[in-house]
């Protein structure tokens, strides 16, 4: 079958099982499959692929017809231009937290301490490190399994020398345990922890950064299936009115932002007024809402005052 041919199948297959965005996606799996880019459709739509290559694309179309989320079936998903694995033990990273990452860099300093809260893949505390100088970070995560994603990631995207964890590509110990006094020993750059939230974190940081879950109970069943039945739950639930997590991480400030410190949080749309609301009550200073691309409150941020 035609590069083209195949490429109409899977279009076809998933705008009949009416999947979002069905031609985007099955023009991507198909370049995923065969190596190729967006050019090839245009350019060489009627080259002849392999067997192998189509068994693979139909399997991958029939994960998709089945809301299976695109970066499942890839295992990879784009981040501030870089490439994060991903699986169901972590949120897929989204292109609105790139606000959040791109408000923390400007107000990012060498030799500063960032604690990353709820790390999942890792992608917001690895793209701060990525297009800094000289930081260090500790991501903090309750899941192990997510964990071992972040750590995977940092290794890729850091290089293992960046790792607590590493010593001549070689792990020395778990991931996970390594704490911030173990990366300063060992001259690494980035830890992970297994925490819920602040109980395992010792020290203070000059940033901290979150993009917790933040989704109503109530909002979860109504959710795309993607969402709903491929992503991890704890990643999601925020609780009753989806703040739960903006005032345990703010209660456990005082103890870890250093005076001066910033804190940087996701939030979803209608949430701005809110988590600002929390900031100020907490003792934070310049509490400022952050929009996305779209138009919507997507980061607040704010500085803790001292004493
Ligand atoms: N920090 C990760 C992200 O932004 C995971 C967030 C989460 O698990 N709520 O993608």
Redesign the pocket.
């Known amino acids: 079958m035609t590069y083209g041919e195949l490429y109409r199948r899977g279009r076809d297959a998933l705008e009949g099982a009416g999947v979002p965005e069905a031609e985007l996606d099955a023009r991507l799996l198909l370049e995923w499959v065969c190596g190729t880019d967006r050019n090839d459709l245009l350019a060489h739509g009627d080259r002849e692929r392999s067997a192998g290559e189509q068994e693979e694309y139909e399997r991958l179309i029939a994960g998709r017809k089945g809301r299976i989320p695109l970066q499942h079936l890839t295992g990879v998903q784009a981040f501030m231009g870089l490439e994060f694995a991903v699986d169901g033990h ?2 897929v ?2 292109q609105d ?1 790139e606000v959040l990452v791109e408000e923390a860099l400007r107000n990012l300093h060498d030799g500063m301490r960032i604690l ?1 809260m ?4 890792g ?2 505390l690895i793209s701060l490190l990525h297009y800094s100088n000289d930081c260090r970070g500790v991501g903090a995560d309750i899941s192990g399994e997510a964990l071992a994603v972040a750590r995977g990631n940092a290794e890729r995207l850091l290089g293992a020398s960046a790792c607590a964890w590493m010593r001549d590509g070689t792990e020395v110990l778990d991931g996970c345990g390594a704490d911030l006094a173990c990366a300063e020993d060992r001259q690494g750059r980035i830890s992970f922890i297994e925490s819920d939230l602040f109980h395992g974190i010792e020290g203070r940081f000059d940033i901290i950064v979150s ?3 933040y989704i109503r109970s109530g909002e979860i069943p109504g959710l795309m299936p993607e969402v709903r039945e491929h992503e991890p739950v704890l ?2 639930d925020g609780g009753e009115d989806g703040l739960d997590f903006y005032r345990r991480i703010l209660e456990g400030c005082r103890a870890h932002l250093c005076g001066g410190g910033m804190l940087f949080l ?1 939030i979803g749309y209608d949430q701005g007024e809110a988590v600002s609301g929390l900031l100020e009550e907490a003792g934070f200073l310049e509490v400022a809402v952050v929009k996305d691309y779209a138009g919507l409150d997507r980061v607040v941020c704010g500085t803790l005052g001292f004493g």
Do not use: M
């Open positions: 972590v949120l990273p989204r937290t990353d709820c790390t999942g893949s992608c917001i993009n917790p879950p990643a999601l996701e």
